[in-house]
């Protein structure tokens, strides 16, 4: 070799030194080469060694877009060996993309900055994520603040990341969207508290539906939309009307600036329906509705989309009483109602059910006047009368003392069962309490009226003794009830004993009272001899003339035996 030609090596040498570093070991490194041709699917590069390399067009392509390249570009790429069996150099153009971003992603995460990335795969425990070239780990938990059930809408789309650890020697990157994402609504959530205010319309998406409302997320901080606030009408649970996800508009109700806590309502953008309700809902008037809910107490009817209506129990049937709701209306069912009272600072309204239709009540007063005769079967028998079944579905009671004229209302009951058929008279209905009086007794003459009219106070009588007891004597006169107490039993005191008469004895007393509400009669002895007494002595003479009470009764007595 000649001089010159050494002085050339040593300069070609140096060269090496001064690129490669000296010692002249060169893999491994990232050198900038320059294309000189493509050949096939294969780009020749000559990065200054002794032999030039090769490498596939794939490496240079981007995702969705075949390799943008041609001789002449300068391009940097991966040295990993310095000459292959071929005696070429074997280049890698995506390993110096990897370098060249893993000095950048240092750079960022010694900075704590965000990184651009696309999630491209998944693998077990998360996500792969593009770096511009590095390849980074995203675990499940780091995707989102909340849970994803379906990532497929975030693949393929460039979006910002933090790293949270790297390896350069290990080549791991962990990456987190989370962490990004809860930075962005801190954010959000100082400058939405800073300026939120009661009244103020906002839009939100559907967090998460409970039983007793929804949380929306207004972006970075969450309210509350309780059920009572989504519509003006009846919702039994949120999720008749909203679902994850979904995009609302919604209006500030309730801002507590301290505790942060936001209530949100649906309702309150359009107009209460409740306005006017007087006006639309007069007492009286009858409207066709919606049953919407069913409770032990009533059902509520829809009159309108948020106006509702409780018609109680008490006002659903005419004759069905102590009856569940449910057995009269059912849930959906249109019914017609009348409006009973109007409330509306309370926001309620009073329906019937029953006011709609014929009170039967009026409608057997119409078809049985007071007198009228009816026929019916014992539906019930209680300790104070019997209930009889009517026309028109409804009962008729008979008292225990409008069952016979001589008996007592416990002894007359006796003779009837439930189920027999029975003839009464009607005494009485009463409308408003909904109660309709008979009488079986009254279907016969009262025989104490009748006897009334041939026996007066005064009279003397023949009765019979029925009783004796220690207080005097029961009797018997022409079909009543009389009593002769036992000081009325005579004139002298020593003639005054129960015991002195016999049952079925007759005797004659004088009538003293006639009780009609008792339906008896008092009688006594003594004042029939008192007035005989008197009627003698009128007749025969007086004890001041010098005659004895003997002698007057004597001669009273033979005058009455002469007579017969």
């Not at 709701?325 to 849930?331: A, F, L, R």
């Not at 014929?358 to 005769?373: I, K």
């Not at 003392?401 to 006796?414: C, F, R, T, V, Y």
């Given at each position: 070799m000649t001089n010159s030609a050494l002085a050339q090596a040593d300069d070609f040498a140096a060269l090496l030194d001064e690129t490669l570093g000296v010692g002249g070991s060169f893999e491994g490194q990232v050198i900038t080469g320059l294309i000189v041709e493509i050949d096939g699917d294969c780009?020749?590069?000559?990065?200054?060694?002794?032999?030039?390399?090769?490498?596939?067009?794939k490496e240079f392509a981007t995702a969705g877009r075949n390799a943008d390249i041609k001789a002449g570009d300068r391009v940097d790429v991966f040295i990993e060996r310095y000459e292959d069996r071929n005696g070429e150099v074997v280049l890698s153009r995506e390993k110096a993309k990897r370098e060249e971003a893993w000095t950048l992603l240092e750079k960022s995460f010694e900075a704590q900055q965000r990184v651009n990335g696309v999630i491209f795969g998944?693998?077990?425990g998360g996500f792969t994520v593009d770096l511009s070239g590095a390849v980074a780990f995203l675990p499940g938990s780091q995707v989102d603040i909340r849970p994803v059930r379906d990532i497929t809408p975030l693949l393929g789309t460039p979006q910002p990341f933090q790293i949270l650890k790297m390896d350069r020697s290990r080549g791991n990157i962990v990456v987190s969207r989370r962490a990004v994402l809860e930075e962005t609504r801190a954010e959000q959530r100082s400058e939405l508290i800073e300026n939120l205010k009661e009244?103020?319309?906002?839009?939100?998406?559907?967090?998460n539906i409970t039983d007793y409302g929804a949380f929306v997320d207004l972006g970075g901080v969450d309210g509350l939309l309780h059920v009572t606030d989504i519509a003006w009408k009846r919702i039994n649970h949120p999720s008749e009307?909203?679902?994850?996800?979904?995009?609302?508009?919604?209006?500030?109700?309730?801002?507590?600036s301290e505790t942060q806590r936001i209530s949100l309502g649906i309702k309150q953008l359009d107009a209460d329906p409740w306005e006017g309700v007087e006006a639309k809902y007069p007492v009286n008037a009858k409207?066709?509705?919606r049953v919407t809910n069913i409770t032990d107490y009533g059902a509520f009817v829809e009159l309108e989309p948020g106006v509702e209506g409780l018609v109680h129990v008490s006002e659903m049937s005419w004759t069905k009483k102590n009856v569940h709701p449910g057995k009269i209306v059912s849930t959906s069912q249109e019914v017609e109602v009348m409006v009973l009272d109007v409330d509306p600072?309370?926001?309620?309204?009073?329906?019937?059910l029953k006011q709609t239709m014929n009170n039967p009540w009026e409608g057997f007063l119409e078809r049985f006047p007071q007198g009228t005769l009816v026929e019916g079967e014992i539906k019930n028998i209680t300790e104070f009368g019997l209930f009889i079944g009517l026309p028109g579905d409804i009962d008729g009671m008979v008292h225990m003392s409008d069952l016979d004229w001589e008996k007592s209302g416990e002894a007359a009951i006796q003779d009837f069962k439930k189920g027999d058929v029975v003839k009464a008279k009607v005494l009485d209905v009463d409308i408003e309490k909904e109660r309709i009086s008979l009488g079986i007794k009254q279907l016969?003459?009262?025989?104490?009226?009748?006897?009334?009219?041939?026996?007066?106070?005064?009279d003397v009588v023949t009765c019979t003794v029925t009783q004796v007891t220690e207080n005097g004597l029961e009797v018997a006169v022409d079909g009543l009830s009389g009593f002769i107490r036992k000081g009325e039993l005579s004139r002298e005191r020593s003639e005054q004993r129960p015991e002195r008469f016999a049952v079925g004895e007759k005797i004659d007393a004088k009538v003293t009272t006639v009780e009609k509400s008792s339906r008896k009669i008092?009688?006594?002895?003594k004042a029939r001899e008192v007035e005989e007494e008197k009627q003698a002595m009128a007749d025969y003479g007086s004890s001041d003339s010098g005659a004895s009470l003997g002698d007057i009764l004597g001669a009273a007595m033979r005058k009455a035996q002469e007579e017969k």
């Amino acid at each position: 070799m000649t001089n010159s030609a050494l002085a050339q090596a040593d300069d070609f040498a140096a060269l090496l030194d001064e690129t490669l570093g000296v010692g002249g070991s060169f893999e491994g490194q990232v050198i900038t080469g320059l294309i000189v041709e493509i050949d096939g699917d294969c780009a020749v590069i000559d990065v200054g060694l002794k032999s030039e390399g090769r490498v596939p067009l794939k490496e240079f392509a981007t995702a969705g877009r075949n390799a943008d390249i041609k001789a002449g570009d300068r391009v940097d790429v991966f040295i990993e060996r310095y000459e292959d069996r071929n005696g070429e150099v074997v280049l890698s153009r995506e390993k110096a993309k990897r370098e060249e971003a893993w000095t950048l992603l240092e750079k960022s995460f010694e900075a704590q900055q965000r990184v651009n990335g696309v999630i491209f795969g998944r693998v077990k425990g998360g996500f792969t994520v593009d770096l511009s070239g590095a390849v980074a780990f995203l675990p499940g938990s780091q995707v989102d603040i909340r849970p994803v059930r379906d990532i497929t809408p975030l693949l393929g789309t460039p979006q910002p990341f933090q790293i949270l650890k790297m390896d350069r020697s290990r080549g791991n990157i962990v990456v987190s969207r989370r962490a990004v994402l809860e930075e962005t609504r801190a954010e959000q959530r100082s400058e939405l508290i800073e300026n939120l205010k009661e009244g103020q319309i906002l839009e939100g998406v559907v967090k998460n539906i409970t039983d007793y409302g929804a949380f929306v997320d207004l972006g970075g901080v969450d309210g509350l939309l309780h059920v009572t606030d989504i519509a003006w009408k009846r919702i039994n649970h949120p999720s008749e009307a909203l679902h994850i996800g979904q995009t609302v508009k919604v209006q500030v109700i309730r801002f507590n600036s301290e505790t942060q806590r936001i209530s949100l309502g649906i309702k309150q953008l359009d107009a209460d329906p409740w306005e006017g309700v007087e006006a639309k809902y007069p007492v009286n008037a009858k409207f066709t509705g919606r049953v919407t809910n069913i409770t032990d107490y009533g059902a509520f009817v829809e009159l309108e989309p948020g106006v509702e209506g409780l018609v109680h129990v008490s006002e659903m049937s005419w004759t069905k009483k102590n009856v569940h709701p449910g057995k009269i209306v059912s849930t959906s069912q249109e019914v017609e109602v009348m409006v009973l009272d109007v409330d509306p600072q309370k926001r309620r309204i009073s329906l019937g059910l029953k006011q709609t239709m014929n009170n039967p009540w009026e409608g057997f007063l119409e078809r049985f006047p007071q007198g009228t005769l009816v026929e019916g079967e014992i539906k019930n028998i209680t300790e104070f009368g019997l209930f009889i079944g009517l026309p028109g579905d409804i009962d008729g009671m008979v008292h225990m003392s409008d069952l016979d004229w001589e008996k007592s209302g416990e002894a007359a009951i006796q003779d009837f069962k439930k189920g027999d058929v029975v003839k009464a008279k009607v005494l009485d209905v009463d409308i408003e309490k909904e109660r309709i009086s008979l009488g079986i007794k009254q279907l016969s003459d009262d025989p104490f009226q009748n006897a009334l009219s041939s026996i007066k106070k005064g009279d003397v009588v023949t009765c019979t003794v029925t009783q004796v007891t220690e207080n005097g004597l029961e009797v018997a006169v022409d079909g009543l009830s009389g009593f002769i107490r036992k000081g009325e039993l005579s004139r002298e005191r020593s003639e005054q004993r129960p015991e002195r008469f016999a049952v079925g004895e007759k005797i004659d007393a004088k009538v003293t009272t006639v009780e009609k509400s008792s339906r008896k009669i008092t009688l006594s002895i003594k004042a029939r001899e008192v007035e005989e007494e008197k009627q003698a002595m009128a007749d025969y003479g007086s004890s001041d003339s010098g005659a004895s009470l003997g002698d007057i009764l004597g001669a009273a007595m033979r005058k009455a035996q002469e007579e017969k």
